[in-house]
């Protein structure tokens, strides 16, 4: 199953590598991992070797792959944004890697995303553009759904290491649009994220 949501992922990078990079973006390695307080990331170097060549790695967040597609598509758009300044010598971030500054903003709306400020993180919001969209439908990628993603809601069993399958009714996840960051209320609560200064919105647990 996860070899088929892969499939999707690699299929989406070729296709926006050629709309919008040319095609000269490098090969890169894409994983779907554990990662819930983020969309996705990309690795600083190259980690994924073989014989031939490194490669960087883009993770997409197992825990968030139930969003709608343009916007898993589009958190993929922004790290390959970010591996394009990588490999074209363009700061687009400061402070270890979180703030996205001006730069990364210029890059990423050139090529269909539509990017917001944050504070503490910069411009980096990241939301898809109707231009954006039109090209994923004119290349048949709205069509393909990924139907699986990570439940970070269940807790462990302490006798398998597994998980136990249950769930606290009343719990409700807030997750922040910004980071990703989430956390977990027992009631209806109006919170915001501490980092990014964004309202959180629910999702019910």
């Known amino acids: ?9 690699e299929k989406a990078f070729d296709i926006l590598n050629r709309v919008y990079f040319e095609s000269a973006l490098p090969k890169v390695m894409i994983t779907i991992q554990s990662r819930p307080k983020a969309y996705g990331y990309i690795t600083t170097q190259e980690v994924w070797k073989d014989e031939a060549a490194s490669y960087y ?3 997409i967040s197992a825990e968030h792959l139930d969003r709608p597609i343009e916007n898993v598509l589009a958190t993929l758009q922004h790290e390959m944004v970010h591996l394009y300044c990588m490999v074209n010598g363009i700061a ?6 979180r703030y996205h500054n001006k730069l ?15 504070p503490y993180i ?8 109707t231009g954006f969209i039109a090209v994923l439908k004119d290349n048949g990628l ?15 069993s302490p ?4 998980q136990t399958g249950k769930r606290k009714s009343s719990t409700r996840k807030y997750i922040c649009p910004s980071c990703g ?16 200064m964004c309202t959180m919105e629910v999702k019910q647990a």
């Not at 199953?1 to 992922?9: F, G, S, T, V």
């Not at 006798?159 to 597994?162: A, L, P, V, Y």
């Open 1 to 9: 199953m996860i070899a088929q949501d892969n499939a999707i992922l």
């Open 57 to 59: 790695e883009i993770n």
């Open 92 to 97: 687009d971030t400061s402070k270890g890697g």
């Open 104 to 118: 990364f903003k210029a890059e990423a709306e050139k090529r269909g995303l539509l990017i917001e400020y944050a």
């Open 122 to 129: 910069g411009y980096s919001k990241t939301t898809p553009s």
């Open 142 to 156: 709205m069509e393909l759904g990924i139907d699986h993603h990570r439940d970070d809601n269940l807790s462990p």
């Open 159 to 162: 006798s398998t290491g597994g």
């Open 181 to 196: 960051m989430s956390v977990r209320a027992t009631r209806e609560v109006n919170i915001l994220c501490g980092d990014c």
